[in-house]
C-alpha cells in the first residue's frame, strides 16, 4: 500500500490537444480519493498517466516512495479497473482472475487460494466457470473488480467504473466498494463524473475543470465552502444559488432586498456573488419577519422535500428546499427568507472564493 | 485479385434480392425476374458447366459435332493426366501445382507476418503522419499490376531472382501486405485498447499484451485476410507469366495456359486442370463468406 504523489503533471496529446493542463495531487496512503469532473476534464488522462498508459509531457508521479515516471504499467503494481471492464472474453471468470497472478507466476495453489478469497468476497462463486457474454453488466463489474482484488496491488485505480450500470445497482456497488476500500485499507483513486458518487464515497475529493485543480477538500468542505463559481455550480443538486450582492451597513444585500449574513474578511469595491444552498433558504408566507416579497414560480415534488423555485426583486429562479408539509400554490405570492449561516462569497470576474 | 474478391462477395447480395423484390412487386414481375435472372445465371454458368462436362468427356467426344450435352461416355482419365505424366511419374502440371501451393502459400504467410503487426501497431500507436503513410500504402494497390511488370523484370534480371519461386514470393507478397494492413486494420480497430491496457497492468509488457490477448481475438480476421491473399497470389497470372519460364518454377495459371497453343489442344486435359485449379478458389470464397458474415465476436464489450 502506498499513496500517490502526483506533481505538476501536464499532458499534450500529440495531436496537440491539452487533456491535463496543470494538476497536483497528494493521496494518501490509504485513502478513498475521488476525482469529480465533467466529461473532458482530464479524469482519464490523469488516472492513465498514474497507471503508466499514457506518458505525462510533464511532471512527476511518485507511488509510495518511488519516482514511477518512467516505470511501465507492469511495474506500479496498481490495479485500474476500466469504465468498460475489459475482461478477456476468451476466458472464463476463474481464468480471468487467474491471469494477473499467473502473470507474477506465481504457484498454483496459491493463484487458486488467492482466487476463491476474491471470488468469495465479490460473491462470484456462480459465475467462475462462465465467459464475461455470459455475465450480466453487475455481475462483469464484480468480476473486474475481483480481477483487480487478487493481486493485492499498492493502490486501487477507478476509470467510472458504475457508469453502464443501472441507478439501483449502481448505488448497491457503491456501497461494496466503500465498504471493501474499508476493509482492505488500500489507496483508491476513482474518478466519477457523478456528484453523487463522489460525495457518498470520497475521504477526499479533488474538483477537475479543463486539466486543472478546482478543490480538494472533504465532501462536506467541497459542498459547504467551494472554492470557485464552478466547484458551486457543479456540486449540489439542485446546485447553490448565485446571488449578486452587495456589502451595505456590514451587510450582505441582494438587489431585491435579500440579507445574509457577511463572511469576515469581504474585499470592498468588487463585484461579489454569494453561494447560498437551496437549504439554506426558506419560502414563507408573504411579509414574514426579516423575508422579502417574492414569487413562487414553480415547485417540484421530490416526496421527502419540496424544490421551490421562486423569483425575487429582480433576482430569478432560485431554488430552496422546504420540507414537504409546506405548500405554496404556483405564482403565489410568497416571502423569502436566509436561515444559514455566512454564506461563501466569490468575486464575479476572477470566479473565485474571496471570503 | 479484384475479379476473385468481386465474385466472392457479390454472390450473397444477388441471391438475397429476390425474395425482397417479390414482396415489392407484384406477381408478374417476380416471374419476369425469375426468368431473367435464370437466363443470367444459364448464360454464366454455362462456360463452367462445359468446361466440367468436358473435363470427363472422351477426346472424341469433345470434338464431336452435333456437341454431346449428355449422351457421351464418362471418363476420368483427364484428371489423370493432370496429376500424371504419360510416361509415368509426375505430370508438369502437378509440378506446377505444387509451386503454386507453395508460392501462394509462403507469400500470403509473409505478408500476414508482416501486416498484422503493422495494422496494429497503425491502430495503436499515434504514427507522425499516419494518414498520409496509410494512404501511400493504399496507393500501391491503385494501379494495376501490369504497368510495373517491365521494371520489375528488369530488376529481377538485375538481382537475379528472375525465373525463381523466391521472387514470385516476394512480388506477391509486397502486393498483399498493403492489403492486409488495410483490412486487418479495421479488425484491430474493433478490439478495443484496454485489453491491452488491462494485460500491461497485469504484468505483461506491451507486445505479450499484443501477442496473448489481442492476437487471439483477430484470429478470425486473419484469417478471413490470409484467405484474400491467398486467393490472389493464387490467381495471379501477369506476374507469373513474365518472371518465370521453366516448369520447376512455372506457377499453375501460365502452366495451364500453356496447354492451349501447340497444334492441337487437349481441350479434355485444359479442362480437367481449370477444374482442379479452380477448386481450392471456391472452397476459400466459401470460408471467406461464412467469416466475414460471422464477423468478429468479441466478448464482453460494454461501451
Ligand atoms: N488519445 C487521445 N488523443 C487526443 N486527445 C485525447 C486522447 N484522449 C483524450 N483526449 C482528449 O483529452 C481531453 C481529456 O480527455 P479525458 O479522457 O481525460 O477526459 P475525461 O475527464 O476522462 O472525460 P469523460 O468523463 O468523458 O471520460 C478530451 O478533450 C479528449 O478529447
Ligand atoms: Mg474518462
Given at each position: 500500500m ?22 497536483d ?13 465533467p ?48 475482461l ?6 476463474r ?23 476474491a ?89 477537475l475543470?479543463?486539466g ?32 449578486e ?11 431585491g ?6 463572511p ?19 419560502v ?38 422546504m ?6 400554490a ?13 454564506p ?12 | ?82 496429376f ?16 503454386s ?15 498484422v ?26 494501379m ?32 498483399n ?51 484474400f ?23 499453375a ?16 486435359l ?34
Open positions: 502506498a499513496g500517490i504523489e502526483v506533481t505538476a503533471l501536464h499532458k499534450r496529446y500529440p495531436d496537440g490537444t491539452v487533456a491535463v493542463e496543470h494538476v495531487l497528494s493521496i494518501r496512503d490509504g485513502e478513498l480519493f475521488v476525482m469529480l469532473g466529461s473532458g476534464c482530464g479524469k482519464t488522462t490523469t488516472l492513465r498517466a498514474i497507471a503508466g498508459l499514457e506518458r505525462q509531457t510533464t511532471g512527476d508521479i511518485r507511488i509510495g516512495d518511488t519516482l514511477v515516471n518512467d516505470l511501465p504499467p507492469a511495474e506500479r503494481d496498481i490495479a485500474m479497473v476500466f469504465q468498460f471492464y475489459a478477456y472474453p476468451h476466458l472464463k471468470t481464468d480471468n482472475l487467474a491471469f494477473p497472478l499467473r502473470a507474477e507466476g506465481l504457484p498454483k495453489s496459491e493463484v487458486q487460494e488467492r482466487v476463491d478469497e471470488a468469495r468476497l465479490m460473491r462470484l462463486g456462480p459465475l467462475l466457470d462462465r465467459r464475461p457474454h455470459r455475465l450480466s453488466g453487475g455481475e462483469q463489474q464484480r468480476v473486474a473488480l475481483a480481477r483487480a482484488l487478487v493481486r493485492r496491488p499498492r493502490a486501487f485505480l477507478m476509470d467510472e467504473p458504475l457508469t453502464n450500470l443501472d441507478a439501483e445497482l449502481r448505488a448497491d456497488m457503491r456501497t461494496e466498494i466503500k465498504h471493501l476500500q474499508g476493509e482492505l485499507g488500500t489507496t483508491m483513486v476513482y474518478v466519477t463524473h457523478d456528484q453523487v458518487e463522489a460525495m457518498s464515497l470520497g475521504h477526499r475529493i479533488a474538483i475543470n479543463k486543472r485543480v478546482e478543490q480538494i477538500g472533504t465532501p462536506l468542505e467541497v459542498y459547504d465552502r467551494p472554492a470557485s463559481l464552478f466547484c458551486a455550480a457543479f456540486i449540489g443538486s439542485p446546485p447553490m444559488n448565485l446571488i450582492v452587495e456589502v451595505a451597513d456590514g451587510k450582505l444585500r441582494s438587489q432586498g435579500l440579507t445574509l449574513a457577511p469576515p474578511g469581504l474585499p470592498r469595491d468588487r463585484r461579489l456573488v454569494a453561494g447560498v444552498r437551496p437549504e439554506a433558504l426558506e414563507t408566507e408573504q411579509g414574514a419577519e426579516r423575508s422579502v416579497a417574492a414569487r413562487v414560480v414553480s415547485a417540484e415534488w421530490l416526496g421527502d422535500e419540496i424544490i421551490y423555485v421562486v423569483d425575487h426583486g429582480g433576482q430569478r429562479e432560485v431554488r430552496v428546499r420540507p414537504p408539509t409546506v405548500r405554496f404556483a405564482d403565489a405570492p410568497v416571502g423569502l427568507r436566509h436561515t444559514g449561516g455566512p461563501p462569497v466569490y468575486d464575479v470576474s476572477t470566479e473565485e472564493l474571496v471570503a | 485479385m479484384a475479379v476473385s474478391v468481386d465474385e466472392a462477395v457479390a454472390t450473397g447480395p444477388a441471391r438475397d434480392r429476390t425474395p425482397s423484390a417479390r414482396r415489392l412487386g407484384g406477381r408478374g414481375r417476380s416471374v419476369l425476374e425469375v426468368v431473367l435472372l435464370t437466363v443470367l445465371a444459364v448464360v454464366m454458368l454455362f462456360p463452367v458447366l462445359w468446361m466440367i462436362e468436358t473435363s470427363i468427356k472422351e477426346n472424341r467426344d469433345v470434338y464431336a459435332i452435333p456437341a454431346k450435352f449428355f449422351n457421351f461416355t464418362v471418363t476420368m482419365d483427364h484428371f489423370k493426366d493432370v500424371v505424366a504419360p510416361g509415368g511419374g509426375r505430370s508438369a502440371l502437378s509440378a506446377a501445382f505444387l509451386n501451393v507453395l508460392v501462394a502459400g509462403v507469400s500470403t504467410a509473409l505478408a500476414t507476418v508482416l501486416g503487426p503493422a495494422a496494429w501497431a497503425y491502430s495503436r500507436f499515434s504514427v507522425k503522419a499516419k494518414k498520409d503513410q496509410l494512404f501511400f500504402i493504399l496507393s500501391t494497390r491503385f494495376p499490376p501490369v504497368v510495373v511488370v517491365i521494371p520489375i523484370f528488369l530488376m529481377y534480371r538485375q538481382v537475379g531472382l528472375i525465373d525463381s519461386k523466391l521472387g514470385l514470393i516476394l512480388i506477391y507478397a509486397a502486393f501486405v498493403p492489403f492486409t494492413i488495410w483490412m486487418m486494420k479495421g479488425f484491430v480497430d474493433e478490439v478495443p485498447s484496454e485489453y491491452e491496457d488491462a494485460a500491461m497492468l497485469d504484468g505483461y509488457t506491451r507486445l505479450q499484451a499484443f501477442w496473448r490477448f489481442t492476437l487471439p481475438l483477430l484470429l478470425p480476421g486473419i484469417a478471413a485476410t490470409a484467405v491473399a491467398l486467393i490472389f497470389s493464387w490467381n495471379e497470372f501477369v506476374f507469373a507469366i513474365f518472371l518465370t519460364s521453366s516448369d520447376g518454377v512455372r506457377t495459371p501460365p502452366a495451364i495456359a500453356g496447354l492451349i497453343g501447340g497444334t492441337t489442344v487437349d481441350w479434355g485444359v479442362a480437367a486442370a481449370s477444374l482442379v485449379f479452380a477448386l481450392p478458389v471456391l472452397i476459400f470464397a466459401y470460408l471467406v463468406r461464412k467469416h466475414l458474415v460471422a464477423g468478429v465476436t468479441l466478448g464482453a464489450v460494454r461501451r
